[in-house]
């Protein structure tokens, strides 16, 4: 059996697009005024946005120097997440962003556990804060039997476990984007979540990672206070 091989059944179709953007220095020489108003008419394209898939923002400001804000879309078509891209850009604010990255993947059920539902697929809030990182396994990892895969991803799996607190959000990219997979873990507690990557590091699975990076931290909160947040 492969990675990529369906189960009997898949959930319906869902995308993930995880935008980061990076703010023009220039944004700041903006009046207060105009500052407000295009953080109000951000917010209310976010707002508006929500209605029709799952929009979540966080600001990675002082954590990256590559990206100040995350908006990550869940949704069942990727039309969708266009269709934002573009309104994000025709708006005040967005005059002043550039994407730094952007991340596709898609759920899917996992081979190795019906157990796991990730976070994203329940009506779970989301937690203070989220680490986002693209993930590749060797090639040399999907030549070895799915037995062999299975019995060291369920001592991956025992660690997890160990975490209650963190909060699991796998998403697929084969196909879609350079890397296999998408990792989001959220948590109320970055010590926590550093802990589990450490434990991590000590399993089977880990002789398989080609890649890792970027690993990217964000904290969770309204647009409008990350717009305002951003000088």
């Given amino acids: 059996m492969s990675e990529a091989q369906n189960e009997n059944t898949q959930p319906k179709p869902t995308f993930l697009n995880f935008s980061f953007f990076k703010v023009d220095p220039k944004w700041?020489?903006?009046?207060?005024?105009?500052?407000?108003e295009a953080a109000k008419?951000?917010?209310?394209?976010?707002?508006?946005?929500?209605?029709?898939?799952?929009?979540?923002?966080?600001?990675?400001?002082?954590l990256r120097e590559d990206?100040?804000?995350?908006v990550w879309m869940i949704s069942d078509t990727v039309e969708k997440t266009q269709?934002?891209?573009?309104?994000?850009?025709?708006?005040v604010f967005g005059?002043?962003?550039?994407p730094s990255y952007v991340f596709l993947s898609a759920a899917r059920s996992s081979i190795y556990s019906s157990k796991i539902t990730p976070?994203?697929?329940?009506?779970?809030?989301?937690?203070?804060y989220v680490v986002v990182y693209p993930f590749v396994k060797t090639r040399d990892w999907?030549?070895?039997?799915f037995e062999e895969r299975k019995r060291m991803m369920e001592e991956h799996i025992v660690v997890g476990r160990k975490f209650p607190q963190i909060r699991l959000n796998t998403s697929y990219s084969f196909g879609l984007d350079?890397?296999?997979?998408?990792?989001?873990?959220e948590t109320p507690d970055l010590m926590a979540f550093q802990d589990l990557i450490m434990q991590l590091r000590e399993t089977q699975v880990s002789r398989y990672i080609a890649r890792d990076t970027p690993m990217i931290p964000c904290v969770n909160k309204p647009i409008d206070e990350i717009i305002k947040s951003l000088g």
């Fill in 95 to 98: 005059k002043y962003v550039e």
């Fill in 28 to 36: 700041r020489w903006l009046n207060e005024l105009g500052r407000d």
């Fill in 142 to 145: 999907y030549l070895l039997p």
């Fill in 83 to 91: 269709v934002l891209a573009s309104k994000i850009y025709s708006t």
């Fill in 178 to 185: 350079d890397q296999d997979f998408m990792l989001a873990f």
């Fill in 119 to 128: 976070g994203f697929m329940t009506d779970e809030q989301p937690m203070k």
């Fill in 41 to 62: 008419e951000f917010a209310t394209l976010i707002e508006v946005a929500n209605t029709k898939m799952k929009v979540r923002t966080y600001t990675t400001l002082g």
């Fill in 67 to 70: 990206a100040d804000f995350m």
